[in-house]
């Protein structure tokens, strides 16, 4: 997500998000955005968490996380301190002898594995060649699976030998293959092929390695030879968007050639009497020298034999060179490998760890240049022996992946050490699964796996192979005929990754999903799952004994699963409920009907066909007689949708019970309050005593409610249930209960629908009493009715509105929401016998308004069955399902109503920055909203007021919307095409999609036509096998006529445009970036060279220019829990100012990652982002360089190189380098985020904003004044238009740009930006600020400059040459005023403080120790003394 919060835990409202945002600027809205004092960590875990370890202490930290939201972490009762330390048990190092080496030092950890060390061995450059051998400890062979820390008398400075032992057959394959690997190290066409999870970088082709060495680099001094002008198409306002530059030439890709051919030979294997002389196998290979040589490879080693290519003879040549090692054998024989091969391995050293190490899940790249095809003898092995998932290392022939994924849910999770081992375990046999069912996938699309029923046709074919199944997203057996059919059957399985997905997180002890992985390949979606014990022996009737296997008509259910299910049903808000079966008997379920439970031959209780776990979306859902929400009616839902199967995103349901919860809170506060008030009013009338006023909490005075607040702002990633710490969060952030009530009760319509609530007389207050007791300046006091208080709030939640949240300080209804809280939890904890009939009553008033399903407690969970066709319910549940019917209702009108706005809302503040297609799917779905809203999004943004500055937003949402809908026509194409004709196809639709060339006519090569007729009897075995040339005659007005039509049927959006060039005209998109957005969708690979769209006399595409089609994969993201919580509890402390013990806990959070995923992990990336900001800020300038470098490398290769995220990660480089006197670097790394961003969304979008500043601020620190003006210029442009002219960011810009003119001695102009800068300054803060201060004396010294050049122009008038001239003062800006600049517009403010303000800050931090210890909480520390430092101290990061 690339999003200004990116590094604020997600549970954050935004309330606190740019804690400041620019140098003491308050941020564009009305309001001004502090932390407010109640709640000193701006997440809103309650005050006492936050400062639990204030002071620094560390030692809190593991129980702090399981506070911090931490309550999923199972057996966190028994969790002590103890626990973070194993993990940093402290290394030693051992003496390592290998033969013919120099012994060297090795650092390694107790809990490393002998294996480590061999892998070690096996990277060093001195070792790299050896693969068979063993370590041994005096004399004594150390076993591979042993940790370091059992093997006795092994310590510092222990002696490791290195033995070399006799090959086996498979060992000699190793070695071969490992020496393979090594002459391919730097070879980037694995990458390009997306294989063995290799994936591109180019970092270091912009900083040619010159990241950290600093001290040596160039200094402000050599600034003349930086060339700094960057390639035309940089410049702002070009309109050339190349593709070449996407992959620079990597200089070190140039093959280094050791060998011309290395194969097995074709005498293998050895016949026996061979055998018994010890051949394993045979080589053969032709050197540099071209020198043709056959190898055996023997239990001894490798030596050259006498065989020829026609003739056998195995016997030693003479010499044979026998040696251990291939490496060896081959530098005795060829000078040209030695030299070239250690050259190679000494660059293959040098290159960073990052840029070679694998990522956990295959990334692909949309575009490769043309790679020469090589002779590879593993890669033909690895094709044609079809090692049916038999990988190397593992003994025994295929993996059960059932067994592997299950086995290791089940491993123990009791404390830290062995929570990390279960969840490394979980998420690497995720991630092989996930590799090994997309080379299933694509080997059952291509035709190379035997179906299990191979006589019925082709769609409805099942497989299996390497022990996972495989289906087509296709309705066989009219299963889904009355959800949508095929439609349906494409939803479904992705729908079931979800339902997966949901109860993995959840992870519930005795209950097991499938491993599932969805691939979508050439047009079909493949399902691959891995296959419960026993289940293919049986009929599914018989093991089905948890739910239904037709739909809900015969349903059957189990105590056991019942159970399981009951553990599940809180957090995902599933209902217990009962349905009727075939016999009309009441059964009882918990999840969907589909839901099917199946007990395997290992015992273990599996659920699958998880499609319903979520409940339906009725937005998308007409139901006869039933009628939706107004809000929903007016956005013209119910909408007819292609299948029945849409349901509700898991994160929509999540914040739909978060909002739901805060209205709870309010409401049963509110009745407090007003009993409270009543109670007091009688005292007061009894006693004649006017003391009792200070208990009355006074409703504060109503304000009109801001109108950017319009959208309620309940956070995304909400607590795992309606737990009632929520409250916290929300007081401070939404607004004042009685307020928001009060402005809610006189605002809602159609107020007669919601039925009296109740009608006893303990709630039926009247007005006045409330009035005089609490006097308010505009006398908004709810509607309170003789039907008690609640009416018009319960009419407001039924038409699924949401109030506008104020922005006020929450106090005065604080007493009144703790006193609820206080009421629901007691109630929830007894039953509800020990407490006074009225609160019980405030209670059950408030739960029957939210639609809770018990009437003591707060507790919103949905009936996943209801509208499901066939489902029938019992009679004595009719109520229950009236209100579970108006819950979805409310539901479906919540995401309308209040998630879209706030969406859109967060991309106006600029909280949320989507760059492309994937940035924008994911704002979307944060907040719940499912793709198939995208165009009521785009309609909502449209008729917004301030749409010209969404303008970027609403530009990637359309071409979001065309490249799906072309990418939906292009999966029904593509399964008319066979194989041979696929890359001519492809090119085809292409350019009718994107080519400007009118008549686009298919290329069918006429050979190809002849052969089609003779084979077409052999043919319709493959998926797609039809003979079938219809996709030829595709055009590009009716692809564009469909494109529109879809867009209409599926996202009821109306596009105007008839081609692409219309598009491009119409709407400003690029071409550029369409064609990555859809390649990366429909997994197309192109030749990356420059292509012609706009010609219209050739089509843009030719068959050539197609080199792949790439497999698009979805599957489980296993978490690290607890990483995730210490990296949350980091962030809290940052945002508190606790710069160190932020930091700190940062740093334990990576260990914990790394521990969990490897070293390559998106959110280690994260992680180290953060971590490098923390540096810098800290002083720690070349630590902030190596983290955000590894950042960078993490991004390019687990992301993509042109990913937005690698786009920011860029900038944040160039940052540090600049710091570090890196400027060239600095400037390559800029233009490079520059050229990307212009790619993927094109000039206009506020980032670039940014980055044209960060551009213009470097190359006027470099004194190139008219450069950097270009840039600077733009940037003003862009944030006038995207921040509003009067905004503090434009009063920024003006200052900038009029530094630089001031440099270039341009006073004029100089004085008129910094006018303009000085008039916003002054509107906005007022003339007292040290801002608008700073302008004006700015302004001072510009005039002076003006009028002495004035001065020295007018004397060179007058005297001409001989005339007296006064020295002006031209300055060329200093590196620190540049950087410091740089550090604002970043948004990093460094706060001078004084050695007496430092005295003070130590003080009071002893004192806040002093204050915890004796158990005060921080509530009653901040109403002693609201202390400004703090404050100021919290300012210092403004994480990004």
Known sequence: MVSKTDDIPVSVPNCNVNTVDLAGETPDRKETTKAPHKDPCACGHSADTAVMNGGGAHDHSEEESKQNGGGDTDGGEDSNEQEVIVI???????????????????????QEMVQEIHQVLMDREDTCHRTCFSLQLDGNVLDNFAELKSIEGLQEGSLLKVVEEPYTVREARIHVRHIRDLLKSLDPSDAYNGVDCNSLSFLSVFTDGDLGDSGKRKKGSDLEQIDCTPPEHILPGSKERPLLPLQPQNKDWKPMQCLKVLTMSGWNPPPGNRKMHGDLMYLYMVTVEERHISITASTRGFYLNQSTTYTFNPKPA?????????????????????????????????????????????????????????????????????????????????????????TTRELARKNLPERLLRERAIFKVHSDFAAAATRGSVAVIDGNVMAINPG????????????????????????????????????APTNDLNGVRAYGAVDVEGLYTLGTVVVDYRGYRVTAQSIIPGILEREQEQSVIYGSIDFGKTVVSHGKYLELLEKTSRPLKVQRHDVLNEKDESVELCSSVECKGIIGNDGRHYILDLLRTFPPDLNFLPVEGEELSPESVRQGFPRQHRHRLACLRQELIEAFVEHRYLLFMKMAALQLMQQKANKESKMAALTENSSTEADIPALPSTETPDASAESSETSTETLTDGKSDAVQTETTSTSDAPRAAATEATTTEAAPKAEPTTDSPSAATTTTNASQATPTEDNVIPMVTTNG????????????????????????????????????????AEDGSGIDPKSREVVLNACKAVGSISNTSFDIRFNPDIFSPGVRFPEDSADDIQKQKQLLKDAAAFLMSCQIPSLVKDCLDHSALPMDGATLTEALHQRGINIRYLGNVLEFVDKTPAKAQLEHFYRIGISELITRCAKHIFKTYLQGVELSALSAAVSHFLNCFLSSFPDAVAHLPADELVSRRKNR???????????????????????????????????????YCENADQVVEKYGLQKITLLREISIKAGIQILIKEYNFDSR?????????????????????????????????????????????????????????????????????????????????MGDHHEALSNQQKAVLMSERVLGIEHPNTIQEYMHLALYCFANGQLSTALKLLYRARYLMLMVCGEDHPEMALLDSNIGLVLHGVMEYDLSLRFLENALALNSKYHLPRSLKVA??????????????????????????????????????????ESSEYLKYLTQQAVA???????????????????????????????????IINGIIFIPLSQKDLENLKAEVQRRQLLQESGKSMEELTVDSPLELEDKISMDVNVD
């Open 88 to 110: 940093q048990d402290t290394g030693f190092t051992v003496k390592i002898q290998a033969p013919g080496a120099e012994p060297f030092d090795l650092q390694v950890s107790p």
């Open 318 to 406: 003479n010499p044979s060179f026998l040696s251990h090692s291939l490496v060896e054998l081959l530098s005795q024989i060829s000078p040209a490998f030695k030299k070239n091969f250690t050259a190679l391995q000494k660059k293959r050293v040098q290159r960073h760890p990052f840029e070679r190490i694998a990522t956990p899940f295959q990334v692909y790249s949309w575009t490769a240049p043309q790679v020469d095809h090589t002779m590879d003898c593993v890669r033909a092995e690895d094709a044609y022996t079809s090692r049916l998932g038999y990988e190397e290392h593992i003994p025994g022939q295929t993996r059960d992946w059932n067994e592997e994924l299950q």
């Open 456 to 491: 019925e046709e082709t769609r409805m074919q099942m497989f299996i192979w390497n022990n996972i199944f495989f289906s087509l997203g296709f309705d066989v057996r009219d299963h889904y005929r009355e959800l949508g059919g095929d439609a349906a059957a494409h939803a």
């Open 789 to 828: 208080p609640l009416l018009p709030i319960a009419t407001a939640i039924q038409n699924g509105e949401c109030e506008s949240p104020l922005e006020g300080k929450a106090e005065d209804s604080i007493l009144g929401l703790a006193q609820a809280k206080e009421l629901a939890e007691s109630l929830a």
């Open 1017 to 1055: 009897k052999r043919r319709n075995r493959v998926p797609g096998g039809g003979d079938n040339t219809a996709w030829a005659s595709l055009t590009p007005s009716e692809l564009w006529k469909n494109i529109v039509s879809e867009a209409q049927s599926y996202y009821h959006f109306t596009l």
């Open 1097 to 1177: 006399h050739k089509p843009a595409f030719t068959e050539e220019d197609i080199l792949n089609i790439f497999p698009v994969v979805k599957h489980v993201n296993p978490k690290a829990s607890d990483a995730f919580h210490f990296f949350q509890s980091g962030q809290a402390k940052v945002q508190q100012g606790y710069l160190k013990e932020g930091c700190e806990l940062i740093n334990e959070a990576l260990n914990l990652f790394n521990n969990v995923y490897g070293a390559m992990h998106v959110e280690i990336c994260a992680c180290l982002r953060l971590l490098s900001r923390l540096n810098y800020i």
């Open 1292 to 1333: 920024l810009s003006h200052h900038l740009v009029a530094r630089v003119y001031e440099s270039k001695a341009d006073f004029r102009s100089a004085l008129q930006h910094e006018k303009e800068g000085y008039t916003i300054y002054k509107n906005q803060v007022g003339e007292a600020h040290e801002k608008t201060k």
């Open 1349 to 1383: 050049l004035q001065r020295t122009m007018n004397e060179i008038y007058k005297n001409g040459s001989n005339a007296s001239i006064m020295p002006l003062k031209f300055t060329a800006p200093s590196m620190a005023s540049v950087l410091e600049q740089l550090n």
